[in-house]
């Protein structure tokens, strides 16, 4: 049943078209702080690292948890382009989801209040910018004009007011914010306390560093494109795996003519990972991104690539050529990219009519241990 806070308003928009995707090494606690806001949705938890440790999920969610071995087991030897010891796993969760629409978020972040001290529903503002157009073709100046007591200022011209689908939602963080280990080596006590109240389009032909920890978007527009880059144990870089997932699908984005938000909502984010290790896993980040982001800058689809998918094999094929100079490792990404795809396909085909619903049932989601997944009720 969809929950309604004070004033009325439901805490559990769309409830049935939204998955909750959770990657986690860590623990789960944090979803009692949730339970107003997302105890309604279903979970999707992909359970990063050892696959014996047993998480546990706070009484009341409904969820599905998928670890390392079910991983294996579901997609057998396409698993390799999931990452493993990173949180660019939660892709898999992307993968496996059968929603519109996806909602993603770390494990150390909690609810954030905005200034009049009222406990901020992350859904429901993701919901708001995802169900209301974009303006990525002429920057409107008073932020977003769908939004409540606002409008399109003068000069905005009327034929671009329409807007176009809006595919991503990307939300910010109070508190400790999303810097790399430099900047967080350097500034180790800066908290991010200014909460804008605004919601912008990015630009179309405009990249921005996409942060997966309170991020929003319509899996049926982009979501073959949400690859969340192979990193982690085995690779040369890690903490740039939505990095990578953001650029890829602005570019894709701009070639299908969707639109990318970003601003409130905010959540609370506790934890600081450490900036010594961080440096470890992103040093080569820090440089490769002098040559990936002039890389997306550049990139020139063709007219051919008219759906997510093929924008993003296409995308694969580019980097194999124009990135793998800088390092062996890009032809490897541009193989997963692949795998990724074809990982996506299979699980995801076509559905062509209510008949070949029934040739496509959905993925049996169990755990590694044969067990049925037992919805939590
Ligand atoms: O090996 C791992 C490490 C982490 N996770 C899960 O990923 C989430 C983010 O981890 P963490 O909070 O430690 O990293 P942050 O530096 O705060 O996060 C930023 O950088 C890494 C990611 O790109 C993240 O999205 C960014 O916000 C958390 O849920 C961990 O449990 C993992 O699964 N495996
Ligand atoms: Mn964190």
Same mark, same amino acid.
């Given at each position: ?24 090494? +860590? $623990? ?30 706070? !009484? ?12 294996? +087991? ?8 999931? =990452? ?12 496996? $989801? ?9 494990? #150390? ?6 200034? &009049? ?13 995802? !169900? ?26 009327? =034929? ?8 991503? =939602? ?7 914010? #999303? ?39 319509? +899996? ?21 795996? #939505? ?28 934890? *600081? ?26 990139? +020139?689809?063709?007219?051919? &690539? ?9 995308? $694969?094929?580019?980097?194999? !050529? ?20 074809? *990982? ?11 008949? =070949? ?13 044969? !067990? ?6």
């Amino acid at each position: 049943m969809a929950g309604y806070n004070l004033e009325g308003i439901e805490a559990a928009p769309l409830k049935d078209d939204v998955d909750i995707v959770i990657p986690t090494i +860590r $623990s789960l606690d944090f979803l009692e702080q949730w339970r107003p806001f997302l105890q309604h949705y279903h979970l999707i938890i992909v359970q990063d690292g050892d696959p014996s440790i047993k998480i546990k999920v706070p !009484e009341g969610y409904d969820y599905e948890l998928y670890n390392r071995n079910d991983i294996n +087991r579901i997609l057998g030897p396409r698993a390799n382009c999931i =990452s493993y010891k990173d949180g660019g796993c939660r892709c898999f969760g992307f993968m496996v $989801s059968k929603k519109k629409y996806i909602y993603t978020i770390d494990d #150390d972040c909690f609810v954030a209040k905005d200034p &009049s001290g009222k406990e901020i529903n992350v859904i429901a503002q993701h919901i708001k910018n995802l !169900e209301t157009p974009s303006t990525p073709h002429y920057f409107n100046t008073l932020y977003d004009p769908f939004r409540e007591g606002t409008d399109f200022v003068r000069g905005y011209p009327f =034929s671009l007011r329409e807007g176009v689908q809006t595919a991503i =939602s990307h939300g910010l963080w109070l508190n400790i914010p #999303d810097y790399d280990a430099p900047t967080q080596l350097v500034k180790p006590r800066e908290r991010n306390t200014r909460y804008v109240d605004a919601v912008m389009t990015i630009p179309k032909g405009v990249l921005y560093p996409m942060c997966g920890m309170n991020l929003a978007f319509n +899996r049926e527009l982009v979501g073959p494109a949400m690859y969340f880059g192979l990193m982690g144990e085995g690779q040369p870089i890690s903490r740039y795996d #939505d990095m990578w997932a953001g650029w890829a699908a602005k570019v894709v984005c701009d070639q299908l003519g969707f639109g990318v938000k970003t601003g409130m909502p905010y959540l609370w984010h506790s934890k *600081a990972s450490n900036p010594f290790v961080n440096l470890k896993k992103e040093h080569k980040g820090l440089h490769w991104q002098e040559d990936m982001v002039p890389f997306f800058q550049n990139l +020139r689809l063709s007219k051919e &690539s008219d759906t997510a998918a093929k924008c993003y094999m296409e995308i $694969s094929k580019m980097t194999k !050529e124009k990135l793998t100079k800088v390092d062996p490792y890009f032809e490897k990404l541009a193989d997963a990219m692949v795998t990724w795809i074809e *990982a996506w396909e299979e699980l995801n085909p076509p559905v062509k009519n209510e008949a =070949s619903e029934e040739l496509n049932p959905p993925v049996k989601k169990t755990q590694s241990d044969g !067990e049925d997944v037992k919805a939590k009720g």
